[in-house]
């Protein structure tokens, strides 16, 4: 078992505080989601867990097994098993997926152990399968000119080559048809298990009808104020925040980052 632990973590951006102590322990064999309206600080949460220069941790903790990932350079993390799936994934032309892929799975390997280039493509052809993905994905440049969709579809192709410890997706389900948003999630499941936790962040109960949480997190102005069970994601899709708010004495005006 393994364990990413982030403590009382505070993140500014351009000097200003987005993250005000976000505190969360996730396992390997658990699935977390994180809920939350828009700009209280979810994908700022997924930038500085893997280091993203804009995002400046002015204090708190990052942990994974006690090794301190905020010392470790963006791709040390990636090393130490870190995955996170972009709210927005860039495009990059000149790179092919399957060559993107690779290095990555090598970056992840030992230098002088790279994987062979015979295992690597049957490897990728029978994970491309199971996401009934076209093949010419493999060839095109990565994600240029991918629909979003695809694009959300090949960052779970991604985590299935790369195997982490450790995944964050942020909004993994946003502009997926329904055929779509069951092949994201059978993908998310099959990779559940001893070796694997993962932080989904989403706005919607419907990815969560898919792959069900052990725990659900309600973060408003940058804090986790709520943690529960799968029942607390039903609550918020059938009355939406204002309970949770009422509860906090959190004012309408103030729920994202002016407070
Ligand atoms: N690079 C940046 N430069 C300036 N402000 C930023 C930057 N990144 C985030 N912010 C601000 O930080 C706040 C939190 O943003 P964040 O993207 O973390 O929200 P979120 O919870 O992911 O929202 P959403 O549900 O809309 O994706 C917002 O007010 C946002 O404008
Ligand atoms: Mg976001």
Redesign the pocket.
């Known amino acids: 078992m393994a364990t990413l632990e982030i403590k009382d973590l505070h993140v500014e951006?351009?000097g200003k505080e987005?993250l005000k102590g976000v505190t969360l322990t996730i396992n390997t064999n658990e699935i977390h989601a994180i809920m939350?309206?828009?700009?209280?600080?979810?994908?700022?949460?997924a930038s500085a867990i893997m280091g993203h220069p804009?995002y400046e941790v002015t204090s708190g903790s990052i942990t994974i097994d006690g090794e301190d990932v905020l010392e470790m350079e963006v791709d040390e993390r990636a090393k130490a098993g870190l995955f996170l799936a972009m709210?927005y994934p860039s495009e990059i032309t000149g790179v092919t997926n399957a060559d993107f892929l690779r290095s990555g799975v090598n970056a992840r390997r030992e230098e002088g152990d790279e994987i062979s280039l015979m295992k690597f493509i049957r490897e990728l052809d029978s994970k491309m399968e199971f996401l009934e993905m076209d093949e010419d994905m493999a060839t095109r440049y990565l994600n240029e000119g991918f629909s979003g969709g695809e694009k959300k579809r090949n960052e779970i192709l991604q985590l299935m080559m790369l195997k982490p410890k450790f995944a964050i997706l942020d909004?993994i389900d946003s502009g997926l048809d329904i055929d779509a948003l069951k092949v994201v999630s059978k993908g998310i499941n099959e990779m559940r298990g001893e070796g694997f936790g993962c932080l989904m962040?989403t706005?919607y109960q419907r990815l969560l009808n898919y792959i069900e949480p052990d725990h659900v997190h309600i973060?408003m102005q940058g804090k986790i104020v709520k943690s529960g069970g799968p029942e607390l994601a039903a609550k918020l899709e059938s009355e939406g925040y204002d309970w949770v708010k009422e509860e906090l004495g959190i004012d309408d005006e103030t729920v994202?980052?002016e407070a």
């Open positions: 951006i351009d987005i939350g309206p828009n700009g209280t600080g979810k994908s700022t949460l804009k709210q909004e962040i706005h973060i994202g980052q």
